[in-house]
């Protein structure tokens, strides 16, 4: 039986997202262990808690019974989050949080085939009730689109290569299980390589076959139009690409290389920015931390604010 998930960064968390009463949002609810300490050091606060895992959510909407009619639950993707707000009263928010990490008890769940230390079936789904394996989807995905989603999801190395060897071990019907995957990552490096190389290809694949990438990149685009002015947004990613998505949306287009080029034009308003950055540089976890839960280690926490 898997442990209760610990919370990444919670200290830090609360410390950027308490903004005083209002509707909060966890969009990826999890374990419960960020909203609970949410909702115990704001008494004014109110959460909707989603996710697209339906056992995560039966599972943290047992630990919040106790707060009532302050809590309301939703069993939704990030592009899905709009329509469980307007569902909700379509009240503005005064804080978000987007914890894009797994929890312990998908990573330590074999049968959900997250992790490559343990052996079961290849599924990767974030909710198994949708959509296909992971398995299926490499048995039919072309090469081409296999490198470039090993490379942008997971820095994988000599993408193109691994790629090829997969696609012909998928076909085969050789990539059903976890096993398979490492053993078929092993003879394409010629023998076992670091740890690290496996969790960036499972990783690159959990992300491709959950749709994750764009998720993030919708929740980005509706985000502003739901959050009221002052609204605080805190996002902890796991990953480079992640990182680079959240940093390009919510820094907008002024200070970019890009618009620091522009002339400015005489009378002209400046664009208007949607929103204030501020962490002024990523947030990690302290070494204290990491040695408690390793896995922790890779978490880069930004805090954003709505602008009036």
Request: with cysteine; charged share 30%.
């Amino acid at each position: 039986m898997s442990t209760r998930h610990e919370p990444v960064l919670l200290a830090e968390t609360l410390r950027w997202l308490r903004n005083g009463p209002g509707l909060y949002l966890d969009a990826t609810l999890g374990d419960g262990g960020h909203a609970e300490a949410l909702l115990d050091a704001e008494p004014g606060a109110r959460l909707l808690g989603c996710d697209r895992d339906p056992t995560a959510l039966e599972r943290a909407g047992g630990r919040l019974t106790r707060f009532g009619t302050r809590v309301r639950l939703a069993h939704a993707t990030f592009r899905e989050v709009p329509d469980a707000l307007t569902a909700a009263g379509g009240e503005r928010l005064v804080g978000a949080l987007f914890d894009l990490g797994l929890s312990s008890r998908q990573i330590d769940d074999a049968a959900r085939g997250m992790s490559f230390t343990q052996d079961g079936p290849l599924d990767l789904r974030m909710d198994p009730t949708r959509g296909r394996t992971g398995a299926e989807r490499l048995r039919q995905v072309e090469e081409e689109e296999l490198g470039a989603v090993l490379r942008e999801h997971g820095d994988v190395t000599g993408a193109r290569a691994l790629a090829r060897a997969l696609v012909t071990e998928a076909r085969r019907g050789g990539l059903e299980t976890t096993r398979a995957l490492r053993e078929a990552v092993d003879r394409a490096h010629g023998g076992s390589p670091h740890p690290r190389r496996y969790a960036q290809v499972f990783q690159a694949l959990r992300i491709w076959v959950n749709g994750e990438a764009e998720d993030l990149d919708a929740a980005l685009e509706w985000l502003p139009e739901r959050m009221g002015p002052g609204g605080v947004v805190v996002t902890l990613a796991y990953h480079s690409g992640e990182d680079r998505r959240i940093k390009r949306a919510l820094r907008g287009p002024v200070g970019t290389r890009f618009a620091r080029r522009l002339p400015e034009i005489p009378g002209a308003r400046p664009p208007e920015r949607p929103w204030e950055e501020l962490t002024r540089r990523v947030v990690t976890p302290s070494q204290a931390e990491t040695v408690r839960n390793p896995r922790a280690r890779s978490a880069r926490l930004r805090a954003f604010r709505r602008t009036r």
